[in-house]
């Protein structure tokens, strides 16, 4: 049951980056996506050491493998979700800082896991 | 047979459609061309952000260049950005992996799959630079950028989208094959001289338009582009010649009324040339004072120095209260054009009747160099249009004392005015004494006499005239002969 759980946390997490790298990438491009991407790692790296590996690993855009392996050694599904939150947290704390909150939620509201409600865009990635 | 119609956006920056003579075309094909920092992508996000409707939806392809996120925190700071709109009516797509492989067919496909999937009604392409410079850069281009362009503005035409290529570097001298393909061209720039920028606009083709040709001048502020564009000179309306003359105006100084034959006609623009000190300010704020006490509303544009100058208790009530106007004048860049609208803009707010430039002196000092050349042609443009409005016009104009010389104006623009008021400094039995004459009311008698004239604490008082002087406009009179005579004979003997 415990080991269901954190697959289903390290399939969610993955689910979640791939809806945002999908609505986001058309817009900012394969490379400008990647970079903020990796930005978030760097910055989510000092609360979570577990992401290190990715912070200088070649990554191919929208490519999230790694970051499931990394997911997936984690210790349970509780463990799994804080680094999800975490990085997630960093990245749009990133977008907003960069382009503003009402535009950071226009341009992700397709990343919103179905169903969608009425959260905000932060619960409903998580 | 008729013609096919074509219809013209309204693009909602002001001043935009009366240079482009009426709006943009629809399914026109334009570039958008400049130097880095001109305003093109400003102007480009305007546009779309005023035009695109969830039934006339809008792409933005962005090329290499400005990265998008950097392009969308910086666009979103003008007030015509409406996040609601992106991902809506607007969307943005990001063309650097195909630009980056340097083939323009690449790019082209993008584009025409986006199209197709999305039906825009819109397009635009920034910047386009970075399209060529990746096609060059890689040297495998698959198709030339001329085939490029040519393709691409067929695909638009036939997908019916109104389309815009922002592009940086294209010399307006070497006429390039893309400006051949294009509907439109409008060339942004910014003129540098001293410390002082002005930026320009200039719609160098519009297929099918009567544009209003050669430089405009335009600011970008929170609210986005605005163009200056030139007054319109209408006739004025329904008063012909004859028909002002009947109907004058008080200057608030009825011996100066008395002198002008009445008044001045109303509709008149009034030159007030003086020098430092002779009170033309005065009698501009008598003006409107006057206006004010019979129900009109003026509007002053004072070219000080020293915006916060006294006006006179007078003058500052009436601001206070409403019933005088003020245009602000202390901006650095300032241009002709764009007082002119600002003028026309609050005459037509305030249904004002008289209007006050105070001076012209001054006015061309905190002109922006650039149009300092221009200074004389612009002028005569703006009483043209401020004359077609109705309103009376009254301006006044420094003038260094020369005694050798009549003059009435630096600007030689004393013969755009229907009407002149010269004042002057004279010297009487060893005392500074000031004079003034109507040189001028178009069509209509009026007083030619020089006469003598004091300020005190209610304005201006206009004295008799100085019969028994001559040779006054030397500044150096001296008595009539038969009028030392009749002094007890003093200059015999």
């Known amino acids: ?126 | 047979m008729s013609k096919a119609t074509i219809n013209r956006l309204q693009t909602g920056v002001p001043g935009l459609d009366e240079v482009l003579g009426g709006g943009l075309p629809e399914l026109s094909f334009n570039i958008l061309a400049g130097p880095p920092g001109s305003g093109k992508t400003t102007l480009a996000h305007q546009l779309m952000f005023t035009l695109a409707t969830p039934e006339r939806p809008a792409l933005y392809f962005t090329v290499l260049g400005e990265p998008p996120l950097k392009m969308l925190r910086y666009q979103q700071q003008f007030d015509f950005f409406d996040s609601k709109k992106i991902n809506h009516a607007i969307r943005f797509i990001n063309l650097a992996d195909e630009t980056a492989t340097g083939d323009l067919g690449k790019v082209l496909a993008r584009i025409a799959a986006e199209v197709k999937a999305h039906a825009p009604g819109l397009v635009f392409v920034d910047s386009f630079r970075s399209v060529i410079l990746a096609a060059q850069g890689n040297g495998n281009a698959f198709i030339s950028l001329q085939q490029f362009v040519q393709q691409l503005g067929m695909l638009m035409t036939s997908w019916q989208a109104t389309t815009f290529l922002v592009g940086e570097y294209f010399h307006e001298r070497e006429p390039s094959p893309i400006f051949t393909v294009a509907d439109g061209l409008i060339w942004m720039r910014q003129s540098v001289q001293g410390n002082s920028v002005v930026r320009k606009i200039e719609i160098m083709k519009m297929r099918g338009q009567p544009i209003s040709p050669g430089l405009h001048s335009f600011r970008i502020a929170n609210a986005g582009i605005h163009v200056f564009a030139p007054p319109r000179l209408s006739a004025p309306g329904g008063s012909g010649p004859e028909e002002p003359l009947k109907d004058r105006v008080a200057m608030g100084n009825p011996k100066l009324d008395e002198m002008l034959g009445g008044g001045l006609p109303r509709g008149y623009s009034l030159l007030i040339a003086g020098p430092t000190g002779s009170g033309k300010s005065i009698l501009a704020g008598a003006f409107l004072a006057e206006g004010a006490r019979n129900g009109e509303i003026g509007i002053i544009a004072a070219f000080e120095q020293r915006p916060n100058r006294s006006r006179g208790k007078l003058l500052a009530d009436l601001i206070e209260a409403g019933k005088i106007g003020v245009i602000d004048t202390q901006a650095a860049t300032l241009s002709v054009d764009e007082i002119s609208m600002m003028l026309i803009t609050e005459i037509k707010r305030s249904n004002a009747t008289r209007v006050v430039l105070d001076s012209l002196s001054g006015f061309e000092v905190l002109l922006a160099p650039t149009f300092r050349d221009t200074f004389r042609e612009a002028l005569s443009r703006m009483v043209s249009a401020l004359a077609a409005t109705g309103v009376t016009v009254l301006m006044t104009s420094e003038l260094e004392d020369r005694y050798d010389e009549l003059r009435f104006s630096p600007y030689g623009n004393a013969f755009m005015t229907d009407a002149i008021v010269v004042q002057r400094y004279i010297e009487i039995d060893s005392r500074l004494q000031r004079m003034m004459a109507v040189v001028k009311v178009r069509a209509s008698a009026h007083s030619h006499e020089l006469r003598i004239y004091h300020i005190d604490d209610n304005g201006i008082q206009i004295g008799d005239m100085l019969v028994d002087q001559e040779g006054l406009l030397g500044g150096r009179p001296t008595l009539r002969p038969d009028a030392a005579h009749r002094k007890g004979g003093g200059y015999s003997g």
Do not use: C, N
Request: charged residues 20%.
């Open chain 1, 1 to 126: 049951m415990e080991a269901k759980d954190a697959a289903q946390a390290v399939d969610r997490a993955v689910a979640a980056w791939r809806r945002i790298d999908d609505a986001l990438w058309p817009i900012v491009g394969h490379a400008g996506m990647a970079a903020l991407f990796k930005r978030s790692l760097y910055l989510a790296r000092v609360d979570h050491p577990a992401l290190t590996p990715m912070v200088d690993a070649e990554i191919a855009p929208g490519d999230f493998a790694l970051l499931r392996e990394i997911l997936a050694q984690q210790p349970g599904a509780a463990a799994a979700a804080a680094i999800q939150a975490g990085l997630l947290k960093t990245f749009l704390g990133l977008l907003t800082d960069l382009i503003g909150p009402a535009l950071t939620e226009r341009l992700l509201r397709s990343a919103r896991a179905p169903p969608s409600g009425g959260e905000a865009v932060q619960d409903i990635l998580l």
